[in-house]
């Protein structure tokens, strides 16, 4: 059993910066983020292979977002710069260990935060 905790969350004008975090009680070799907008079907933004450091980003986020890990504590982290409002979503942090999650489909990923919500408006 893995169990997340997103936090980082809240509202910042386009163009601000916000990082996430998302402690885990446990690992399993893809660990990543999502997001959910209102109205929108789950979309992957951005997912690291723990054992081999590979990263992996939604081409909507690729040189806005970084996704980055602290072993000693067990945590995943998601710096996103240069915000707007289409970034406006729930943010989710989760894990698997299906061959194919690097490929971003939410339905391969086993184990789900509860979100942080996060707006972008001016």
């Known amino acids: 059993q893995v169990h997340l905790v997103e936090s980082g969350g809240g509202s910042v004008q386009p163009g601000g910066s916000l990082r996430l975090s998302c402690a885990a009680s446990g690992r399993r070799t893809f660990m990543g983020w999502f997001r959910q907008a209102p109205g929108k079907e789950r979309e992957f933004v951005a997912i690291?292979?723990?054992?081999?450091?590979?990263?992996y980003y939604g081409d909507s986020v690729k040189g806005r977002f970084t996704i980055s890990r602290d072993n000693a504590k067990n945590t995943l982290y998601l710096q996103m710069n240069s915000l707007k409002p289409e970034d406006t979503a729930v943010y989710y942090c989760?894990?698997?260990?299906?061959?194919?999650?690097?490929?971003?489909?939410?339905?391969?990923?086993?184990?789900w935060g509860q979100g942080t919500q996060v707006t972008v408006s001016s």
């Open positions: 690291i292979n723990w054992i081999t450091g590979y990263l």
């Open positions: 989760a894990a698997g260990n299906d061959p194919y999650s690097a490929t971003g489909r939410p339905s391969l990923y086993s184990y």
